[in-house]
């Protein structure tokens, strides 16, 4: 059987900011990879890096050394509109406050990706992830109208409809109570459990972090233990 290439990968991946002796090495030559279908959680002490490397990893931000691939495409070096489609084709995101667009509804909400990068919706997918998800009841909601973990499921169900290489989370369970959290956990999970998805999930909360396969940690811009 082929080997499935990793979801996401490092070589000395490196970010400084400023220069001079007010610099500051937010990443010192990180170098790892995420199997595809993984659940990893990257942990650290505030300041250690987490949000650096999730937004390097997720083309947000560049390197000021080192490399990276999504899949098989190398993300460091491209320009802004090529990273844009990597962004668009490969990776999805979800952040802490769900960013949700408050004037359109559940149904509309999830599908904005696709409207935006003028794809065909596939109506079997979506209607999968929506069941899956427990979103089928709610997708005539605004987000004003669902609480913290309804719009987080949404959110999750925005990502995993464009079916990316990655879903990039970034302190998902950070706004929630402990239910909510563990509703969204619950969810990317099924995620990883029912279609193989790869997530990357930054995270304080250590039961957070037993709902994943892999925790990976991270202080003064270092990966100081990898745990399976
Ligand atoms: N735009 C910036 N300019 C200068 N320094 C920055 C910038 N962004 C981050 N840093 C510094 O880089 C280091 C790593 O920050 P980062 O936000 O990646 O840590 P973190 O582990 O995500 O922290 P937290 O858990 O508090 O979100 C910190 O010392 C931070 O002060």
Redo the contacts with the bound molecule.
Sequence with gaps: MPIAPPAVRAESLT?V??SGETS?T??DAVSTQLESGEFTAIM????????????LLAGLDQASYGRSWVGDVEITGLDDKRLTKVRRDHIGFVFQSFNLVPTLNARENILLPQRLAGRRPDQEWFDEVVSTLGLTERLTHRPSELSGGQQQRVAVARALVMRPTVIFAD?PTGALDSAASADVLGVLRRAVDMYGQTVVM?T?DASAARACDRVVR?AD?RIVADER
Excluded: D, R, W
């Excluded at 650290?44 to 937004?55: A, C, E, I, M």
């Design positions: 970010k900011y400023g500051v937010a990443l650290g002490p505030s300041g250690s890096g987490k949000s650096t490397l999730l937004h302190e930054v304080h991270l811009g």
